[in-house]
């Protein structure tokens, strides 16, 4: 028989233990141990991003990752996006600019589009659309998400 | 899911033999972005899950000029296209590496779960056969050496024998005035499994004119990915010209035994096999020639 394992992690910058089972997927830790409900099931088999955290910087789905696989990372999820108090850039032009409906596909695409933003500050809009293809979004039609990354991205420059 | 135990062997020669203690119920994991969702479905099943991830040898990722690539089995797809290195040498691998799946994928997939995955639409396979990579392999009984070509042996199945695991592919050392382009058609834009997939190598003479020898290799048209052994052939010492691209596409045609299913018919599939194998070849030829001028 199985036992459970202790995994000791940093989510949002914050050294984390817990205890999972070997088959547990680190999108169920995250919710049900961890009561970080930001990353959303969708389909639990790597198709709609909505379920995204960056694994040591890298954007994963978290449903096909094993909660164990996460022994020494470093998660970010959306709730480890917004600083201080301040909501990111990107979380704001989200809002501004309309980029939801339903909500249920936004955290998957606040942490992508974040990693697309660390690693290329400028991106042209074929790259967003390009990198941001493993998300999917029933509600918007993805012009208004598009704008908004390409708005954040505006922002994030005009300050720095 | 249903419940497993999970190890993460940190040598090749615990892997081997935790393999061999386990006997027909361990199952290695990559980047997990097939065997989890094959759990899930309950399509396979496993006692207990080997995460190779942490085998230094598997996680391998050394372009030389002289030696060639040596690619770790597990390492994942956005490293392998985020080296330039690797970009320049072996295109037809990072052309490949870069639609599997979208970033989240790429961030965990491996072309060696790619590659014993088997799918016949894998994206990487016909890159590797193109570009001649052979398959180490690490079992009880020591290494053996598997050329990519061979290493698919029907939907879902490889060559790997009880207890044997994947250490890495080798890519030959790019020869001059060579290069290779992957690409595959599908009817969005990104996301979505190749309707047919074709990767061709070639290498081209002192003047840039002429093909020295060629490789074309098929994905999505048999129960695995094929080498097309005719085109490829017929196209050694041809001029470098469309319509040298047109009739290697027409022979390359002919390697090709597709089934009809939802993402197209048979016929479909035989003209896309065209289509592609005379746009790969050209690309391959670009590429090529744009090298020796920046070299
Ligand atoms: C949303 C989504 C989109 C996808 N899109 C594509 C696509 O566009 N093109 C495409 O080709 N594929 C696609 N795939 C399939 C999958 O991502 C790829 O096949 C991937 O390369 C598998 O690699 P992995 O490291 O995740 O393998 P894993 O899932 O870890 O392993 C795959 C199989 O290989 C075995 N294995 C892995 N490593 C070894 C080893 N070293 N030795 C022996 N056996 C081993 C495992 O036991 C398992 O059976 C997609 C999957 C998803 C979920
Ligand atoms: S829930 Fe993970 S990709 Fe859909
Ligand atoms: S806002 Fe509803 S799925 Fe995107």
Known sequence: ?160 | MKPFDYTAPSTIADAVSLLSQHNGEARVLAGGTDILVQLREGLREAGIVIDVKKIAELRALDCCSTSGLTLGASTPCAEIYGNADVCTAYPALTDAARIIGGWQIQSRASIGGNLCNASPAADSIPALIALNAVALVAGPNGQREIPVADFCTAPGRNALAAGELLVCLQFPAPSAKSSSAYQRFIPRNEMDIAVVGVGSWLQLDESGQTILSARVALGAVAPTPVFAAEASDWLAGKPATEDTYRQAGELARKSASPISDMRGTAEYRVHLVGVLTQRTLAKAVQRAVAQRAAG
């Open chain 1, 1 to 160: 028989m199985t036992k459970k394992v202790q995994v000791s992690a940093t989510v949002n910058g914050e050294t984390v233990d817990f205890l999972c089972e070997p088959w547990q997927s680190l999108l169920d830790v995250l919710r049900e141990e961890l009561h970080l409900t930001g990353a959303k099931e969708g389909c639990n088999n790597g198709n709609c991003g909505a379920c995204s955290v960056l694994l040591d910087g890298a954007p994963v789905n978290s449903c096909l990752v094993l909660a164990v696989e996460a022994e020494g990372a470093e998660i970010t999820t959306v709730e480890g996006i917004a600083q201080n108090g301040q909501l990111h850039p990107l979380q704001q032009c989200f809002l501004e600019g309309a980029a939801l409906q339903c909500g249920i596909c936004t955290p998957g695409f606040l942490v992508t589009a974040k990693a697309l933003l660390d690693q290329n500050p400028n991106p042209t809009e074929e790259q967003i659309r390009f990198e941001l293809a493993g998300n999917l979004c029933r509600c918007t039609g993805y012009d208004k998400i598009i704008k908004a990354v390409l708005a954040a991205a505006k922002n994030l420059q005009e300050a720095n």
